[in-house]
């Protein structure tokens, strides 16, 4: 009865264990940017950024797993130029009116060690959901000003905005969006 009883414990313990090992991060919206540049009519790239992101991240560096969930308020966008981000807006583009929000949503995420470096899962724009993988180059996870446990990476990957419903002007502004996203997220207790 003892021995059951041991082991049981034991067993409660290395389950408790293993679920601690996920740590829960929220991305801070202040220091999240997803932006984004396109081919211009091959003489540049138009560049441009979300302002409003939130979401979550799940990490287990033991198990090598993770889940994000983002939402990216399609309205936020700006180019620096007001015309231009009103026409971006619109229905030729994001259509903001009727898709207020971009999601992204991964669960099947690469390591490097304890370090992710790749995750794939779906984007859902236009009311489209396409799968996505997502380039990872983690920067750094420390404590952030004596305050806050912050993780940040630089997030890539390239899409085709067709893949979508967005093909106003195709081809003479490009089809492959590169989108590139600054991400800090702070650890929740």
């Known amino acids: 009865m003892q021995s059951k009883l041991i082991a049981l414990l034991v067993a409660a313990g290395l389950s408790a264990t293993s ?69 971006l807006r619109s229905k030729d583009f994001f259509n903001t009116a009727e898709f207020p929000t971009a999601t992204v949503k991964a669960d099947s995420f690469k390591f490097d060690g304890e370090k992710p470096v790749e995750a794939t899962g779906n984007l859902t724009m236009l009311g489209v959901t396409k799968p996505v993988t997502l380039k990872i180059t983690p920067l750094r996870c420390d404590v952030r000003m004596g305050t806050d446990f912050v993780c940040g990476a630089d997030v890539v990957t390239t899409i085709k905005r067709s893949d979508w419903g967005m093909k106003t002007y195709l081809p ?17 207790k």
């Open 19 to 87: 679920f601690a090992a996920t740590e829960k991060f929220v991305l801070d919206a202040t220091h999240t940017y997803p932006s984004f540049e396109v081919d211009h009519l091959g003489f540049s790239m138009a560049r441009g950024f979300f302002k409003d992101t939130t979401g979550t991240l799940e990490l287990d560096r033991s198990a090598k797993s993770g889940k994000l969930a983002a939402v990216i308020k399609t309205a936020s966008l700006e180019t620096g130029l007001a015309k231009r981000d009103e026409h």
């Open 172 to 188: 003479f502004i490009g089809d492959d969006v590169k989108i590139a996203v600054q991400v800090e997220a702070v650890k929740q």
